[in-house]
């Protein structure tokens, strides 16, 4: 036993007295440490009624600790014996309650969960008052931080949906509903102005310059029907330069057959550049972004940039 190499085994059993033990005393003399003795309780089914409290408490190292614990080995009882209980059986009814315990736990712990997410219970008007009160706070606080586009302020479910994302930035929601009025406007100013029927002109969208490659779902388009007349509609599907509108839903249009509705006659390419940088500002961050201290500023760095782009490519 005083060898290093040697694994001492304590066999004890469980109906005798464990700190009296000789074999326990002895290894514990010979590896103090206790890294080499591992301790065996055996005799389990001839516990005593009554002492089965500190065998278990044993078992779990709360009396007399090891290192490396105790291990139990059990074989059945008289009564199992008188049974017929075989070994299998006994083993599956000793592993069944553990699991049970762990299953009502996990129960447990999901209905507190539950339990708590109701919120205290309105039993009174004033608890009820007071839940009303919160409610109310709380979306006036949701309120004022979609307006004032703080949207670092809105609950995470609210943020993490793209969908419900851009429909709670209420700033950006108004700005993108201000372009397609301002759209609309400027398609009848072109509808007004133009004449479909003058024999002049060979086309309605003669002189136009912009480029149609831009075009997307969700734009609006004036489309030249029967050859004279004009409708304004909605982009519902687009195959490069060819679109579907809302209004002919099974007709694709070739790029000869309509024209943006917010275009007018000798507008350059820049205004495609433009027009795709504020809807991607609109759609993303509304009246402003993070890295201008106000959108005036932005709107203003943006307007130099395209004059001095515009002037510098017309000028002699």
Not at 21 to 30: C, F, H, P, W, Y
Not at 54 to 79: D, I, T
Not at 251 to 258: F, H, M, P, Q, T
């Amino acid at each position: 036993m005083q060898q290093e190499r040697t694994i001492i085994l304590a066999v004890v059993p469980a109906n005798v007295d464990m700190h009296n033990t000789e074999i326990l005393q002895a290894a514990q003399e010979a590896d103090p440490s206790g890294t080499r003795t591992i301790a065996m309780i055996t005799k389990l089914d001839l516990v005593d009624t009554g002492a089965e409290l500190g065998v278990h408490e044993l078992l779990l190292n709360k009396k007399k600790c090891m290192k490396l614990g105790y291990h139990a080995v059990k074989c059945r009882n008289q009564l199992e014996l008188t049974n017929g209980t075989t070994i299998e059986k006994s083993v599956a009814n000793r592993r069944s309650l553990p699991k049970v315990i762990e299953e009502i736990n996990t129960r447990m712990v999901e209905t507190q969960q539950a339990l708590s997410s109701l919120g205290l219970p309105l039993e009174t008007p004033g608890a009820q008052r007071q839940r009303y009160g919160k409610w109310v706070n709380q979306y006036l606080r949701m309120m004022e931080a979609a307006i004032n586009r703080q949207y670092e302020l809105l609950p995470p479910h609210v943020v993490s949906f793209s969908h419900v994302q851009s429909e709670a930035r209420l700033r950006a929601a108004l700005r993108q509903k201000e372009l397609i009025f301002r759209a609309e406007i400027e398609a009848k100013k072109v509808l007004g102005t133009s004449d479909p029927l003058s024999s002049t002109k060979p086309s309605f969208f003669a002189g136009y310059k912009v480029s149609k490659a831009f075009v997307a779902v969700g734009d609006r388009v004036a489309v030249q029907v029967d050859g004279q007349k004009m409708v304004v509609c909605k982009v519902v599907m687009t195959n490069g330069t060819d679109v579907v509108c809302e209004g002919l839903p099974h007709e694709w249009l070739s790029a000869s057959l309509w024209q943006f509705a917010n275009d007018e006659a000798g507008i350059s390419e820049k205004k495609n550049e433009s027009w795709a940088l504020k809807q991607f500002i609109e759609a993303n961050w509304g009246d402003e972004l993070a890295i201008f201290p106000s959108y005036r500023i932005f709107c203003s760095c943006v307007q130099r940039c395209v004059l001095w782009s515009y002037w510098s490519t017309t000028t002699p």
